[in-house]
């Protein structure tokens, strides 16, 4: 089983004419932590068969720096709506993959705002 939890903080630059409105640039720093479970698979020479042995738990956290650009309309009745997107680099583990260390975001939303 592999569980995968992750939280972003994040700073905005807006380009627009209204407080908090309009296309932006962003920098974020994600964290991430995750935990996979090792099996050790032995062979039962005997029976022909394989058997798990022993199971034990690997965690580690991520820590990255990224960037990411979007844009935040607010309509005339306070509806907001917003999209962005963006790419990091996760920094810690090093046993992974080059590609396997680049994580990406991408989010959309509508809201109100008071």
Same mark, same amino acid.
């Given at each position: 089983?592999?569980? !995968?939890? &992750? #939280? ?8 627009? $004419? $209204?407080? =908090? ?11 991430? +932590?995750?935990? /996979? *479970?090792?099996?050790?698979? /032995?062979? *039962? *020479?005997? /029976?022909?068969? #394989?058997?798990? &042995? &022993? ?5 580690? +956290? ?9 844009? $935040?309309?607010?309509?005339? /009745?306070n !509806?907001?709506?917003? =999209? &962005?997107?963006?790419?990091?680099r996760? #920094?810690?583990?090093? *046993? ?6 680049? +994580?990406? $975001? ?7 705002r008071?």
């Amino acid at each position: 089983m592999t569980g !995968l939890h &992750s #939280f972003s903080a994040f700073y905005r630059m807006y380009f627009g $004419k $209204k407080y =908090a409105s309009g296309f932006f640039l962003e920098g974020f720093i994600p964290v991430t +932590t995750e935990t /996979n *479970d090792i099996y050790s698979y /032995n062979y *039962d *020479d005997v /029976n022909g068969y #394989f058997y798990t &042995s &022993s199971v034990r738990k690997n965690n580690f +956290t991520t820590i990255g720096i990224g960037f990411g650009v979007g844009g $935040k309309w607010v309509m005339k /009745n306070n !509806l907001v709506i917003e =999209a &962005s997107g963006g790419i990091a680099r996760r #920094f810690g583990d090093r *046993d992974k993959h080059y590609f396997e260390e680049v +994580t990406g $975001k991408i989010m959309g939303g509508i809201g109100y705002r008071f």
